[in-house]
């Protein structure tokens, strides 16, 4: 079992930035990956970026913007989110994989909006 807690989330103007947190109940190495996705109303959830054994990978529509990182310390991935636009308004979810099954945290709303 993983427990995933998310933190960070708010409501920022565009071009704001944002740095979002998700603290693991367990290693981040014994992971096989972590990610973050988001959903916004009336959307199907989305990958926005994942690490994978060292390995990063972003949505299109984040490059550039948005950096994927993680602190094996405190068992902690991050989202830095730069440049914000308003399309990207969503609840953003941390997701661990570990042991074949797919974990996630409750959801953190990011809120881009003058």
């Known amino acids: 079992q993983v427990q995933l807690v998310e933190s960070g989330g708010g409501l920022v103007q565009p071009g704001g930035s944002l740095r979002l947190s998700c603290a693991a109940s367990?290693?981040?190495?014994?992971?096989?990956?972590m990610g973050w996705y988001r959903q916004a109303p009336g959307k199907q959830r989305e990958l926005v970026a994942q690490?994978?054994?060292?390995?990063?990978n972003y949505a299109d529509s984040v490059k550039g913007r948005f950096t994927i990182s993680t602190d094996n310390a405190k068992n902690t991935v991050y989202l830095r989110m730069n440049s914000l636009k308003p399309e990207d308004t969503a609840v953003y979810y941390c997701?661990?994989?570990?042991?074949?099954?797919?974990?996630w945290g409750q959801g953190t709303q990011v809120t881009v909006s003058s």
């Open positions: 367990r290693s981040i190495f014994s992971m096989y990956g």
């Open positions: 690490i994978t054994s060292g390995s990063t």
């Open positions: 997701k661990a994989v570990y042991s074949g099954s797919a974990y």
